[in-house]
Protein backbone atom coordinates (compact mmCIF):
# COMPACT_ATOMS: atom_id res chain seq x y z
CA UNK A 1 0.00 0.00 0.00
CA UNK A 2 3.20 2.32 0.69
CA UNK A 3 4.11 3.03 -2.50
CA UNK A 4 6.67 5.76 -2.26
CA UNK A 5 10.17 6.51 0.02
CA UNK A 6 10.23 10.19 0.56
CA UNK A 7 13.76 11.46 1.83
CA UNK A 8 13.54 12.85 5.57
CA UNK A 9 13.16 16.30 4.31
CA UNK A 10 10.40 15.62 0.67
CA UNK A 11 7.51 14.13 1.94
CA UNK A 12 -8.80 3.88 34.28
CA UNK A 13 -9.47 0.38 33.13
CA UNK A 14 -10.73 -0.64 30.27
CA UNK A 15 -13.90 1.10 29.90
CA UNK A 16 -15.00 0.33 26.90
CA UNK A 17 -17.37 -2.72 27.36
CA UNK A 18 -19.00 -1.42 30.84
CA UNK A 19 -19.10 2.08 29.19
CA UNK A 20 -20.56 1.16 26.52
CA UNK A 21 -23.08 -1.19 27.64
CA UNK A 22 -24.33 1.83 30.15
CA UNK A 23 -24.23 4.49 27.70
CA UNK A 24 -26.88 2.34 25.35
CA UNK A 25 -28.64 2.02 28.68
CA UNK A 26 -28.60 5.39 29.66
CA UNK A 27 -29.49 6.91 26.11
CA UNK A 28 -32.34 4.25 25.86
CA UNK A 29 -33.52 6.42 28.82
CA UNK A 30 -34.31 9.46 27.06
CA UNK A 31 -36.14 10.21 23.85
CA UNK A 32 -37.27 6.87 21.79
CA UNK A 33 -38.96 9.46 19.69
CA UNK A 34 -37.07 8.14 16.07
CA UNK A 35 -38.76 11.38 14.50
CA UNK A 36 -36.84 14.37 16.65
CA UNK A 37 -34.38 15.49 14.53
CA UNK A 38 -36.96 15.36 10.91
CA UNK A 39 -40.09 16.79 12.99
CA UNK A 40 -38.61 20.17 13.20
CA UNK A 41 -36.39 21.52 10.90
CA UNK A 42 -32.44 22.80 12.25
CA UNK A 43 -33.17 25.07 9.49
CA UNK A 44 -36.38 26.57 9.45
CA UNK A 45 -34.63 29.91 11.60
CA UNK A 46 -32.23 32.78 11.07
CA UNK A 47 -29.61 30.22 11.89
CA UNK A 48 -28.23 26.68 12.13
CA UNK A 49 -27.41 25.05 15.49
CA UNK A 50 -24.35 22.12 14.98
CA UNK A 51 -23.34 20.41 17.87
CA UNK A 52 -19.97 20.12 18.95
CA UNK A 53 -19.13 17.05 21.42
CA UNK A 54 -15.67 16.74 22.30
CA UNK A 55 -13.80 15.68 25.68
CA UNK A 56 -13.34 18.96 27.18
CA UNK A 57 -12.06 17.59 30.62
CA UNK A 58 -10.21 14.20 31.84
CA UNK A 59 -7.49 12.60 30.09
CA UNK A 60 -8.94 12.42 26.59
CA UNK A 61 -9.07 16.81 26.88
CA UNK A 62 -4.97 16.38 26.17
CA UNK A 63 -6.21 15.45 22.36
CA UNK A 64 -9.81 16.88 21.72
CA UNK A 65 -9.87 20.24 22.51
CA UNK A 66 -7.78 20.96 19.70
CA UNK A 67 -10.16 18.91 17.56
CA UNK A 68 -12.95 20.96 19.05
CA UNK A 69 -10.82 24.47 18.57
CA UNK A 70 -10.55 23.16 14.49
CA UNK A 71 -14.52 22.46 14.16
CA UNK A 72 -15.10 26.10 15.04
CA UNK A 73 -12.76 27.75 12.56
CA UNK A 74 -14.33 25.84 10.26
CA UNK A 75 -17.55 27.07 11.31
CA UNK A 76 -15.85 30.59 11.79
CA UNK A 77 -14.77 30.27 8.23
CA UNK A 78 -17.98 29.27 6.90
CA UNK A 79 -20.02 31.89 8.55
CA UNK A 80 -17.18 34.82 7.80
CA UNK A 81 -18.20 33.23 3.58
CA UNK A 82 -21.65 33.87 4.32
CA UNK A 83 -22.91 31.10 6.16
CA UNK A 84 -24.60 27.90 5.21
CA UNK A 85 -27.83 28.00 2.70
CA UNK A 86 -27.78 31.96 3.93
CA UNK A 87 -27.94 31.36 7.61
CA UNK A 88 -24.87 31.55 10.14
CA UNK A 89 -24.03 28.41 12.14
CA UNK A 90 -24.26 28.35 15.85
CA UNK A 91 -22.36 25.92 17.30
CA UNK A 92 -23.63 24.12 20.88
CA UNK A 93 -20.38 22.84 22.65
CA UNK A 94 -20.66 20.21 24.81
CA UNK A 95 -18.13 18.25 26.84
CA UNK A 96 -18.04 14.41 26.55
CA UNK A 97 -15.99 14.71 29.99
CA UNK A 98 -13.74 11.32 28.77
CA UNK A 99 -17.00 9.08 29.84
CA UNK A 100 -18.38 7.06 27.61
CA UNK A 101 -22.21 7.46 29.05
CA UNK A 102 -21.66 11.02 29.05
CA UNK A 103 -21.45 11.40 25.29
CA UNK A 104 -24.28 9.42 24.60
CA UNK A 105 -26.42 11.80 27.52
CA UNK A 106 -24.64 14.83 25.39
CA UNK A 107 -25.46 13.49 22.00
CA UNK A 108 -29.17 13.01 22.70
CA UNK A 109 -29.24 16.77 24.63
CA UNK A 110 -27.95 17.81 21.65
CA UNK A 111 -30.45 16.16 19.35
CA UNK A 112 -33.71 16.46 21.50
CA UNK A 113 -33.19 19.60 23.13
CA UNK A 114 -30.79 21.83 21.16
CA UNK A 115 -32.28 20.63 17.60
CA UNK A 116 -28.94 20.49 15.90
CA UNK A 117 -28.38 19.90 12.25
CA UNK A 118 -25.63 18.09 12.91
CA UNK A 119 -22.77 16.69 15.30
CA UNK A 120 -18.68 16.85 15.13
CA UNK A 121 -17.60 14.77 17.51
CA UNK A 122 -15.73 11.95 19.85
CA UNK A 123 -12.00 10.86 19.83
CA UNK A 124 -12.25 6.92 21.50
CA UNK A 125 -13.89 3.97 19.74
CA UNK A 126 -15.69 3.68 23.02
CA UNK A 127 -16.90 7.05 22.80
CA UNK A 128 -18.61 6.62 18.77
CA UNK A 129 -19.59 2.93 19.92
CA UNK A 130 -21.37 4.79 22.73
CA UNK A 131 -22.72 7.37 20.32
CA UNK A 132 -23.74 5.25 17.60
CA UNK A 133 -27.22 4.13 18.96
CA UNK A 134 -28.52 7.60 19.83
CA UNK A 135 -27.41 8.54 16.05
CA UNK A 136 -28.97 5.90 14.67
CA UNK A 137 -32.68 5.63 16.97
CA UNK A 138 -32.58 9.09 16.12
CA UNK A 139 -31.88 9.36 12.45
CA UNK A 140 -29.07 11.89 13.37
CA UNK A 141 -26.08 12.78 11.81
CA UNK A 142 -22.42 11.95 13.45
CA UNK A 143 -19.21 13.06 11.91
CA UNK A 144 -15.89 11.37 13.25
CA UNK A 145 -12.89 13.05 13.14
CA UNK A 146 -10.48 9.99 14.07
CA UNK A 147 -8.94 7.76 12.53
CA UNK A 148 -10.65 3.90 13.98
CA UNK A 149 -9.94 0.29 13.70
CA UNK A 150 -12.55 -0.35 11.49
CA UNK A 151 -15.27 -2.79 10.97
CA UNK A 152 -18.30 -0.43 10.95
CA UNK A 153 -19.88 1.43 8.78
CA UNK A 154 -23.16 3.13 10.32
CA UNK A 155 -25.82 4.83 7.97
CA UNK A 156 -25.47 7.95 10.66
CA UNK A 157 -21.98 8.74 10.90
CA UNK A 158 -19.67 9.83 8.55
CA UNK A 159 -16.14 8.76 9.16
CA UNK A 160 -13.77 11.25 8.49
CA UNK A 161 -10.66 9.88 10.22
CA UNK A 162 -8.96 6.95 8.53
CA UNK A 163 -9.88 3.11 8.80
CA UNK A 164 -7.95 0.34 8.71
CA UNK A 165 -6.21 -0.05 5.07
CA UNK A 166 -5.43 3.48 5.15
CA UNK A 167 -3.29 3.69 8.27
CA UNK A 168 -2.55 0.67 10.46
CA UNK A 169 -2.38 -1.90 6.99
CA UNK A 170 -0.04 1.17 5.75
CA UNK A 171 2.20 1.28 9.12
CA UNK A 172 2.30 -2.62 9.45
CA UNK A 173 3.65 -2.62 5.59
CA UNK A 174 6.01 0.52 6.43
CA UNK A 175 7.67 -1.79 9.27
CA UNK A 176 7.95 -4.93 7.47
CA UNK A 177 9.56 -3.30 3.88
CA UNK A 178 11.44 -0.41 4.66
CA UNK A 179 12.72 -1.21 8.05
CA UNK A 180 12.84 -5.08 7.93
CA UNK A 181 10.67 -5.49 10.97
CA UNK A 182 10.46 -9.33 11.54
CA UNK A 183 9.31 -9.35 15.43
CA UNK A 184 7.02 -7.25 16.86
CA UNK A 185 5.55 -6.19 20.17
CA UNK A 186 1.88 -4.76 20.73
CA UNK A 187 1.38 -1.82 23.46
CA UNK A 188 -2.11 -0.09 23.59
CA UNK A 189 -4.62 1.32 25.91
CA UNK A 190 -7.27 -1.37 27.36
CA UNK A 191 -10.13 -0.43 25.41
CA UNK A 192 -12.07 -0.90 22.15
CA UNK A 193 -9.70 0.36 19.98
CA UNK A 194 -6.46 -1.10 20.55
CA UNK A 195 -7.48 -4.62 21.44
CA UNK A 196 -9.53 -4.35 17.97
CA UNK A 197 -6.72 -2.98 15.96
CA UNK A 198 -4.34 -5.67 17.59
CA UNK A 199 -6.94 -8.20 16.34
CA UNK A 200 -5.85 -7.44 12.87
CA UNK A 201 -2.20 -6.59 13.39
CA UNK A 202 -2.15 -10.24 14.19
CA UNK A 203 -4.13 -11.50 11.43
CA UNK A 204 -1.73 -9.38 8.97
CA UNK A 205 1.43 -10.68 10.67
CA UNK A 206 0.19 -13.98 10.99
CA UNK A 207 -0.33 -13.69 6.61
CA UNK A 208 2.97 -11.42 6.50
CA UNK A 209 5.89 -13.72 8.13
CA UNK A 210 6.10 -11.63 11.23
CA UNK A 211 6.23 -13.10 14.61
CA UNK A 212 3.93 -11.02 17.37
CA UNK A 213 5.80 -11.38 20.87
CA UNK A 214 4.22 -9.36 23.04
CA UNK A 215 0.84 -8.09 24.06
CA UNK A 216 0.07 -5.92 26.94
CA UNK A 217 -2.56 -3.57 27.69
CA UNK A 218 -3.23 -0.64 30.37
CA UNK A 219 -6.26 1.67 31.58
CA UNK A 220 -7.01 4.90 29.98
CA UNK A 221 -5.78 7.22 31.80
CA UNK A 222 -2.77 5.10 33.17
CA UNK A 223 0.55 6.53 34.29
CA UNK A 224 3.00 3.79 34.67
CA UNK A 225 4.22 1.64 32.34
CA UNK A 226 7.36 0.38 33.73
CA UNK A 227 6.48 -3.37 34.12
CA UNK A 228 5.09 -3.13 30.32
CA UNK A 229 8.44 -1.48 29.19
CA UNK A 230 10.41 -4.23 31.11
CA UNK A 231 8.15 -6.82 29.54
CA UNK A 232 9.29 -5.45 25.91
CA UNK A 233 12.98 -5.24 26.74
CA UNK A 234 12.73 -8.83 27.78
CA UNK A 235 11.41 -10.04 24.23
CA UNK A 236 13.55 -8.09 22.47
CA UNK A 237 11.39 -7.26 19.29
CA UNK A 238 12.41 -5.72 16.34
CA UNK A 239 10.11 -2.83 17.26
CA UNK A 240 6.60 -1.70 18.93
CA UNK A 241 3.35 -1.21 17.21
CA UNK A 242 1.86 1.81 19.93
CA UNK A 243 -2.23 2.20 19.90
CA UNK A 244 -1.87 4.51 23.71
CA UNK A 245 -4.42 7.16 23.69
CA UNK A 246 -4.78 10.47 25.58
CA UNK A 247 -2.56 11.38 28.29
CA UNK A 248 -1.10 8.34 28.87
CA UNK A 249 1.03 9.10 26.02
CA UNK A 250 2.88 11.40 27.88
CA UNK A 251 3.94 8.19 30.70
CA UNK A 252 4.35 5.90 27.76
CA UNK A 253 6.89 8.12 26.09
CA UNK A 254 8.77 9.61 29.09
CA UNK A 255 9.55 6.40 30.50
CA UNK A 256 10.18 4.43 27.25
CA UNK A 257 12.86 7.00 27.33
CA UNK A 258 13.84 7.07 30.74
CA UNK A 259 14.60 3.51 30.51
CA UNK A 260 17.39 3.73 28.30
CA UNK A 261 15.39 3.18 24.81
CA UNK A 262 15.25 5.35 21.60
CA UNK A 263 14.45 5.36 18.18
CA UNK A 264 17.78 3.96 16.69
CA UNK A 265 18.04 0.73 19.89
CA UNK A 266 13.92 0.54 19.49
CA UNK A 267 11.63 1.95 16.77
CA UNK A 268 8.43 2.05 17.66
CA UNK A 269 5.65 2.92 15.22
CA UNK A 270 2.13 4.90 17.15
CA UNK A 271 -1.30 5.39 15.28
CA UNK A 272 -2.67 7.66 18.17
CA UNK A 273 0.34 10.34 18.61
CA UNK A 274 0.52 13.58 17.23
CA UNK A 275 2.03 16.50 16.44
CA UNK A 276 -0.30 17.79 19.64
CA UNK A 277 0.29 14.92 21.94
CA UNK A 278 3.99 15.74 21.25
CA UNK A 279 3.72 19.01 22.86
CA UNK A 280 2.71 17.05 26.21
CA UNK A 281 5.57 14.42 25.50
CA UNK A 282 8.38 16.59 25.03
CA UNK A 283 10.47 16.00 21.61
CA UNK A 284 13.34 14.45 23.28
CA UNK A 285 11.76 11.48 24.61
CA UNK A 286 10.36 10.77 21.05
CA UNK A 287 12.45 12.29 18.13
CA UNK A 288 13.36 9.78 15.61
CA UNK A 289 10.14 7.58 16.20
CA UNK A 290 7.52 6.56 13.59
CA UNK A 291 3.57 7.74 13.25
CA UNK A 292 1.30 6.35 10.88
CA UNK A 293 -1.14 9.16 9.99
CA UNK A 294 -3.13 10.85 6.42
CA UNK A 295 -1.74 14.32 7.51
CA UNK A 296 0.66 16.19 9.21
CA UNK A 297 1.36 20.12 10.07
CA UNK A 298 4.42 19.93 7.43
CA UNK A 299 2.00 18.34 4.37
CA UNK A 300 3.17 20.26 1.43
CA UNK A 301 0.73 22.67 -0.61
CA UNK A 302 -0.86 26.39 -0.46
CA UNK A 303 -4.17 24.73 1.24
CA UNK A 304 -2.32 23.35 4.39
CA UNK A 305 -0.66 26.19 4.26
CA UNK A 306 -3.87 28.43 4.51
CA UNK A 307 -5.07 26.14 7.46
CA UNK A 308 -2.22 26.47 9.28
CA UNK A 309 -1.57 29.78 9.59
CA UNK A 310 -5.56 30.03 10.22
CA UNK A 311 -5.27 27.34 13.40
CA UNK A 312 -2.18 29.65 14.41
CA UNK A 313 -3.88 33.03 13.85
CA UNK A 314 -7.35 31.95 15.96
CA UNK A 315 -5.43 30.27 19.11
CA UNK A 316 -1.20 31.25 18.98
CA UNK A 317 1.59 30.79 17.14
CA UNK A 318 2.97 27.73 19.55
CA UNK A 319 -0.23 25.66 18.85
CA UNK A 320 0.29 22.95 15.88
CA UNK A 321 -1.96 20.81 13.62
CA UNK A 322 -2.12 17.02 13.80
CA UNK A 323 -4.14 14.51 11.88
CA UNK A 324 -7.37 14.17 14.14
CA UNK A 325 -7.47 18.47 13.81
CA UNK A 326 -7.51 18.95 10.36
CA UNK A 327 -10.32 15.76 10.01
CA UNK A 328 -12.30 17.61 12.12
CA UNK A 329 -11.77 20.65 10.57
CA UNK A 330 -12.23 19.13 6.75
CA UNK A 331 -15.68 17.40 8.34
CA UNK A 332 -17.15 20.62 8.95
CA UNK A 333 -16.83 21.63 5.48
CA UNK A 334 -17.57 18.39 4.04
CA UNK A 335 -21.28 18.61 5.63
CA UNK A 336 -21.24 22.09 4.79
CA UNK A 337 -20.83 21.70 1.29
CA UNK A 338 -23.37 18.64 1.69
CA UNK A 339 -25.96 21.25 3.02
CA UNK A 340 -25.42 23.84 -0.10
CA UNK A 341 -26.01 20.58 -2.53
CA UNK A 342 -29.07 19.31 -0.89
CA UNK A 343 -30.28 22.37 -0.31
CA UNK A 344 -31.45 21.56 3.20
CA UNK A 345 -30.19 20.19 6.31
CA UNK A 346 -32.83 17.24 6.03
CA UNK A 347 -30.36 14.31 7.00
CA UNK A 348 -31.63 12.00 4.58
CA UNK A 349 -30.57 14.30 1.47
CA UNK A 350 -27.71 15.38 3.15
CA UNK A 351 -26.68 11.56 3.34
CA UNK A 352 -27.44 11.57 -0.49
CA UNK A 353 -25.75 14.52 -1.52
CA UNK A 354 -22.41 13.78 0.09
CA UNK A 355 -21.93 10.75 -1.94
CA UNK A 356 -18.80 11.17 -4.03
CA UNK A 357 -18.34 14.78 -2.90
CA UNK A 358 -15.00 16.09 -3.45
CA UNK A 359 -13.29 18.60 -1.38
CA UNK A 360 -9.84 20.30 -1.35
CA UNK A 361 -8.35 19.37 2.20
CA UNK A 362 -5.54 20.20 3.87
CA UNK A 363 -4.01 17.00 3.49
CA UNK A 364 -5.30 17.23 -0.13
CA UNK A 365 -8.28 15.83 -2.23
CA UNK A 366 -10.70 13.69 -0.43
CA UNK A 367 -13.57 12.12 -1.59
CA UNK A 368 -16.61 10.83 0.06
CA UNK A 369 -17.52 7.06 -0.70
CA UNK A 370 -21.46 7.10 -0.79
CA UNK A 371 -21.23 3.32 0.09
CA UNK A 372 -19.75 3.76 3.49
CA UNK A 373 -19.57 7.46 4.37
CA UNK A 374 -15.33 6.82 5.06
CA UNK A 375 -13.49 9.09 2.49
CA UNK A 376 -10.78 8.46 0.52
CA UNK A 377 -7.18 9.39 2.34
CA UNK A 378 -3.86 9.40 1.46
CA UNK A 379 -1.44 7.23 3.73
CA UNK A 380 1.36 8.65 5.20
CA UNK A 381 4.26 7.15 7.16
CA UNK A 382 5.68 10.14 9.10
CA UNK A 383 9.05 10.21 11.58
CA UNK A 384 9.30 12.78 14.68
CA UNK A 385 11.97 15.42 13.85
CA UNK A 386 13.97 17.65 16.71
CA UNK A 387 11.27 20.29 16.74
CA UNK A 388 8.18 18.50 17.50
CA UNK A 389 6.61 18.40 13.60
CA UNK A 390 6.68 15.19 11.21
CA UNK A 391 8.36 14.91 8.39
CA UNK A 392 6.78 12.32 5.61
CA UNK A 393 8.96 9.51 4.81
CA UNK A 394 6.29 7.66 2.59
CA UNK A 395 2.90 7.92 1.47
CA UNK A 396 0.50 6.36 -1.06
CA UNK A 397 0.78 7.14 -4.47
CA UNK A 398 -2.92 8.30 -4.60
CA UNK A 399 -5.80 8.72 -2.03
CA UNK A 400 -6.61 4.84 -0.99
CA UNK A 401 -10.63 4.22 -1.40
CA UNK A 402 -12.21 3.13 2.24
CA UNK A 403 -12.22 -0.50 2.97
CA UNK A 404 -13.62 -0.27 7.10
CA UNK A 405 -14.53 -4.16 6.76
CA UNK A 406 -11.23 -5.59 4.92
CA UNK A 407 -12.68 -7.10 2.29
CA UNK A 408 -9.95 -6.66 -0.27
CA UNK A 409 -8.13 -8.58 2.23
CA UNK A 410 -7.79 -12.31 2.45
CA UNK A 411 -6.57 -12.70 5.85
CA UNK A 412 -9.16 -10.76 7.25
CA UNK A 413 -11.32 -13.67 7.17
CA UNK A 414 -13.38 -14.01 10.33
CA UNK A 415 -12.06 -10.64 12.10
Known amino acids: MICRILGPRAGRRCLAAVGVVLAVAVAGCGSDDSS ?9 GDTIAVGVLHSLSSFMAISEVSVKDAELLAIDEINAAGGVLGKQLKPVVEDGQSDWPTFAEKAQKLISEDKVAVTFGGWTSASRKAMLPVFERNKALLYYP ?28 FLKEELKVKTLFLVGS ?20 MKIVGEEYSPLGNTEYATTINKVKKANPDAVFQTINGDSNVA ?164
Do not use: C, M
Open 146 to 173: VQYEGLEASPYIFYTGATTNQQIIPGLE
Open 190 to 209: DYVFPRTANKEIKAWAKAND
Open 252 to 415: FWKQFSNAGLDAKKLPVISVSTAEDEVRGVGIKNIVGQYVAWNYYQTTPGERNAKFVKAYKAKYGSDRVTDDPIEAGYVAVHLWAKAVEKAGTTDVEKVKQASKGLTYDAPEGKVTVDGSNQHIYKTARIGKLRPDGLIDTVSESDEPIKPDPFLKTYDWAEGL
Open 36 to 44: TSASTSPDS
